[in-house]
C-alpha cells in the first residue's frame, strides 16, 4: 500500500493551511526556477505526477496545453483540485505514481512537483516516465534535496537562546527510508544522493539538461521575511531532463 498521508484529516488540515496551498505556484519559492526549465507547453499533452491541488496543470492549459493529465493518491487533494482548478482540458486521475499506465509515446511533457521523495523505488518510475513520453519529449522534477532528507528530524540547529546556527547533514551516504515529523508523526519519505537521482535518471535513457538548487524567488522575500533562511541550504532539487 503506498504511503497516502494527504488524506489524514489533520495532515490534509495543516498542508491546507501552508502559503503554498492558498496561493498558488506564486506563493511557491522555488516556482520561478521551475517554470524556467519547463519547456513551451502550447499545443502539447501534459502529465503532472503528484499533481496536488492541480496548480501546475492549470498553468499547463494557460500556457494552451492541449491536454492534461493530473495524477495523484489522494482523495482530498483530488477534490480541491477539481474544486479549484478544474478546466475542460485537464482530466485529473486518482493513482499512486508507481502505478501510472499510459501507452507509450503519450506524452509530450511529464512534470512532477516536490512527490518523488515519497516514491520508495526512482528506478521503475523513471522507466515508465521514458517509455510514455514522446521522442524528445521532456521530464521535468522538483524533489526534496538529499541535502534536505539525509537526517530525519529535517530541521535547523538552534542555539540556547533559539536562534537558528546551522543546518546539520549526517547519514547522507546511508539511502533509504526516513521517518520524519513534517505536520504530522511519522511520515515516510526517502533519502537519496544526488548522484543516485542523476545515475537514475541516466539508466533510464534520459539526457540531463539542467539542474536548480533553487534560491527563494527574490520576490516572496519582502512578503515573507522568514525565507531568507533558505539561502543557507538547499531545500529543493529541480532537474529538467529530456527522451532522445
Given at each position: 500500500?503506498?504511503?497516502?498521508?494527504?488524506?489524514?484529516?489533520?495532515?490534509?488540515?495543516?498542508?491546507?493551511?501552508?502559503?503554498?496551498s492558498e496561493g498558488g505556484l506564486a506563493q511557491a519559492g522555488e516556482w520561478h526556477?521551475?517554470?524556467?526549465?519547463?519547456?513551451?507547453?502550447?499545443?502539447?499533452?501534459?502529465?503532472?505526477?503528484?499533481?496536488?491541488?492541480?496548480?501546475h496543470c492549470r498553468y499547463a492549459v494557460e500556457q494552451g496545453a492541449?491536454?492534461?493529465?493530473?495524477?495523484?493518491?489522494?482523495?482530498?487533494?483530488?477534490?480541491?483540485?477539481?474544486?479549484?482548478?478544474a478546466h475542460p482540458r485537464i482530466s485529473y486521475r486518482r493513482e499512486a505514481i508507481e502505478d501510472a499506465v499510459f501507452e507509450a509515446?503519450?506524452?509530450?511533457?511529464?512534470?512532477?512537483?516536490?512527490?518523488?521523495?515519497?516514491v520508495a523505488s526512482l528506478e521503475p518510475?523513471?522507466?515508465?516516465?521514458?517509455?510514455?513520453?514522446?521522442?524528445?519529449?521532456?521530464?521535468v522534477f522538483s524533489t526534496e534535496h538529499p541535502v534536505f532528507t539525509a537526517l530525519e528530524q529535517q530541521d535547523w540547529f538552534y542555539g540556547e537562546a533559539g536562534d537558528i546556527l546551522h543546518w546539520p547533514l549526517d547519514n547522507y551516504q546511508q539511502e533509504g527510508e526516513r521517518h520524519s515529523n513534517w505536520m504530522a508523526d511519522d511520515v515516510i519519505k526517502y533519502h537519496r544522493t544526488l548522484s543516485s537521482i542523476i545515475n537514475s535518471l541516466i539508466d533510464a535513457g534520459f539526457a540531463i539538461e539542467r539542474?536548480?538548487?533553487?534560491?527563494?524567488?527574490?520576490?516572496?522575500?519582502?512578503?515573507?521575511?522568514?525565507?531568507?533562511?533558505?539561502?543557507?541550504?538547499?531545500?529543493?532539487?529541480?532537474?529538467?531532463?529530456?527522451?532522445?
Open positions: 500500500m503506498k504511503q497516502n498521508i494527504y488524506d489524514d484529516e489533520g495532515f490534509f488540515e495543516r498542508y491546507s493551511a501552508m502559503p503554498r526556477e521551475f517554470r524556467a526549465l519547463l519547456p513551451p507547453l502550447e499545443g502539447k499533452s501534459v502529465l503532472d505526477l503528484g499533481c496536488g491541488f492541480g496548480w492541449a491536454n492534461v493529465v493530473g495524477l495523484d493518491l489522494s482523495e482530498k487533494m483530488l477534490e480541491r483540485a477539481e474544486r479549484i482548478n509515446d503519450s506524452f509530450d511533457v511529464v512534470l512532477s512537483s516536490l512527490a518523488l521523495h515519497y518510475v523513471f522507466a515508465r516516465v521514458f517509455k510514455l513520453l514522446k521522442k524528445d519529449g521532456a521530464f539542474l536548480s538548487e533553487p534560491k527563494p524567488d527574490p520576490a516572496l522575500l519582502t512578503e515573507r521575511p522568514e525565507l531568507v533562511h533558505e539561502n543557507r541550504r538547499p531545500i529543493f532539487l529541480i532537474v529538467a531532463a529530456r527522451k532522445v
